[in-house]
T-cell receptor, first 118, second 111 residues
């Protein structure tokens, strides 16, 4: 149990285009999901906290208009990188905080999405 | 990471024991997690401590001292596949219970 999927696993796009990344909890309902970004040889940096049915809470320094987050259901959150630029190239990872099935104390991570902006 | 300190790199040999230390800011603390991450992959959960003491799970154990803001991950009988980054993460005592990660410790296990 407690499986989180992400789609796509990797994407290459042109500068100026938008990219949508999906994060799904497959066998549990996640009221809260988190989006992280990780640059090479660095640790995970939290970008935003996504709560089902409400607006996301962004960390300091993260542009909410550039990184659009939607958490429309208890099993799906999406991150859209708008007008992507080469400096947005990174490894984007989501995690989901489960309810009684997964254990509320643990975040389960998706496999990540490698974004390359040309 | 934000006030979470871990050694950057460690090396050890197969079959040995290694201890990875982590110190963190104690204010607003609500649990300490250890994750393993292989290059290019997402982190996988290893252990969770919220009370003082040692939690043992097979070859891996994790220790916590809340008063000292200190934790360690102990890996026994090291195997080559244990070569990875080990991330210490502090859970904050906020409504969202978010995790703040340390910079990670890259462990290289040699034959």
């Amino acid at each position: 149990g407690a499986v989180v999927s992400q789609h796509p696993s990797w994407v290459i796009c042109k500068s100026g285009t938008s990219v949508k990344i999906e994060c799904r909890s497959l066998d549990f309902q996640a009221t809260t999901m988190f989006w992280y970004r990780q640059f090479p040889k660095q640790s995970l940096m939290l970008m935003a906290t996504s709560n089902e049915g409400s607006k996301a809470t962004y960390e300091q320094g993260v542009e909410k208009d550039k990184f659009l987050i939607n958490h429309a259901s208890l099993t799906l959150s999406t991150l859209t990188v708008t007008s992507a630029h080469p400096e947005d190239s990174s490894f984007y990872i989501c995690s989901a905080r489960g309810g009684w099935l997964a254990g509320a104390d643990t975040q389960y991570f998706g496999p990540g999405t490698r974004l390359t902006v040309l | 990471g934000q006030n979470i300190d871990q050694p950057t790199e460690m090396t050890a040999t197969e079959g040995a024991i290694v201890q990875i230390n982590c110190t963190y800011q104690t204010s607003g603390f609500n649990g300490l997690f250890w994750y393993q991450q292989h290059a290019g992959e997402a982190p996988t959960f290893l252990s969770y401590n919220v009370l003082d003491g040692l939690e043992e799970k097979g070859r891996f154990s994790s220790f916590l001292s809340r008063s000292k803001g200190y934790s360690y991950l102990l890996l026994k009988e090291l195997q080559m596949k244990d070569s990875a980054s080990y991330l210490c993460a502090r859970r904050e005592n906020t409504g969202f219970q978010k995790l703040v990660f340390g910079t990670g410790t890259r462990l290289l296990v040699s034959p």
